[in-house]
């Protein structure tokens, strides 16, 4: 039985910090490209990063340079790093693996397994 499991979301003010874990088990966790997706009330999931089996990273433009993704094979576990936070940023933050990244790398739905989220709430 494969399973993700978000930790590390909450509440911050905007131009904070916080730090998402993600720990998968049931699938040989080195093997699988890693995202986090996000979804705001009342929006469709949005790319956020991925990082794949080769630590190649992607990330959507409204994270550059302020979201870090990494991954810690040894413990099967992803990270997000989320610095300068924004209001826009409120959302829930889902883990999710996909075996292949050819077909849309970027994509908010092409997933094999997800999490069950992780609220991050930014205020103004």
């Known amino acids: 039985q494969v399973q993700l499991v978000e930790s590390g979301g909450g509440l911050r003010q905007t131009g904070g910090s916080l730090r998402l874990s993600c720990t998968v088990s049931?699938?040989?966790?080195?093997?699988?490209?890693m995202a986090w997706v996000r979804q705001a009330p009342g929006k469709e999931r949005e790319f956020v990063a991925l990082?794949?089996?080769?630590?190649?990273?992607l990330y959507s433009d409204s994270v550059k340079g302020r979201f870090t993704i990494s991954r810690d094979n040894a413990w099967s576990t992803v990270y997000l790093q989320l610095n300068s936070l924004k209001p826009e940023d409120t959302a829930v933050y889902y883990c999710?693996?996909?075996?292949?990244?050819?077909?849309?790398?970027?994509?908010?739905?092409?997933?094999?397994?997800w999490g069950r989220g992780a609220q991050v709430t930014v205020s103004s």
């Open positions: 990082i794949k089996a080769d630590y190649t990273t």
């Open positions: 999710a693996a996909r075996v292949r990244v050819s077909d849309e790398p970027d994509s908010a739905v092409l997933y094999d397994y």
């Open positions: 049931g699938l040989t966790f080195s093997r699988w490209a």
